[in-house]
């Protein structure tokens, strides 16, 4: 039986696009996330005299999700069963959506007081790779991706942007499931084979392997690099501009 051949950052050179996860990969809107998570779930859960909401449960329940799959997989972790209600819920009605709803305010009102801006090293990375003619999109299950881009200043990079809006419009399954990486690399014309997943969710890169893509690249902000490996990333790196040498035709330039 033949060896597969182990995929490493000079697969790189093969590929065309690149399709970034947002949150934690782009942009520290990771941070102000756990922030919004942890406003929404303290109170909640302790009022319901379970288990108090740690930073662990981010990662292990939420991270990398659609907002309404991370508070039903949050809620299911602690044994308390609400009905999913829908997205026209208020962020005070007692439901899946109405909690998701309650959360999303809490981000926005986050970002307003904060603001964003990109990582330095994905910045570095994301501009060496347009210098390079790869075709950039971005992957999020953030309602608030294009709102995050335009006041981290990089929305006018991304031709494509396939977030939780367009992936509720369209019906396309969350991550795990592929079906949103997938749609960005069909709206470049390509395949999955073609592109390469950069993403620090475990959830993220077990969607980078589900679809088969060329490279899975994980960034690890927190989930852990054998937790990253485990579920299909090929190559994990603290910061992408470990990368940036393995581009064709690299450059050095930062703005």
Known sequence: MTTPTR????????????????????????????????????????????APYTEADYFAYIDGKPRYDGVRSLLESRGIDLPQGTPDDGPDDDTVCGLGNRKNAEFTA??????????????????????????VAVVSSSANAVSVLRTAGILDRFTVVVDGLVARQDGLAGKPAPDTYLDAAGRFGLTAAECV???????????????????????????????????????????????????????????
């Open 7 to 50: 995929r490493t950052p000079a697969r790189l050179a093969d590929t065309r696009a690149l399709l970034f996860d947002l949150d934690g990969v782009l942009t520290p809107t990771a941070d102000v996330h756990m922030r919004a998570w942890s406003r929404l779930f303290t109170p909640y859960l302790e009022a319901h005299g379970v």
């Open 110 to 135: 986050e970002l307003d007081e904060h603001g964003v801006e990109p990582y330095p090293g994905s910045l570095r990375f994301l501009t060496a790779a347009i210098d390079a003619g790869f075709h």
């Open 197 to 255: 997943v950069v993403e620090d969710a475990t959830s993220g890169v077990e969607a980078g392997r589900n679809g088969a893509f060329g490279l899975v690249v994980g960034v690890d902000r927190g989930a852990g690099a054998d937790a990253l490996r485990e579920h299909g990333a090929d190559v994990v790196v603290t910061d992408l501009a470990d990368l940036v040498a393995d581009l064709p035709h690299a450059t050095t330039s930062t703005t």
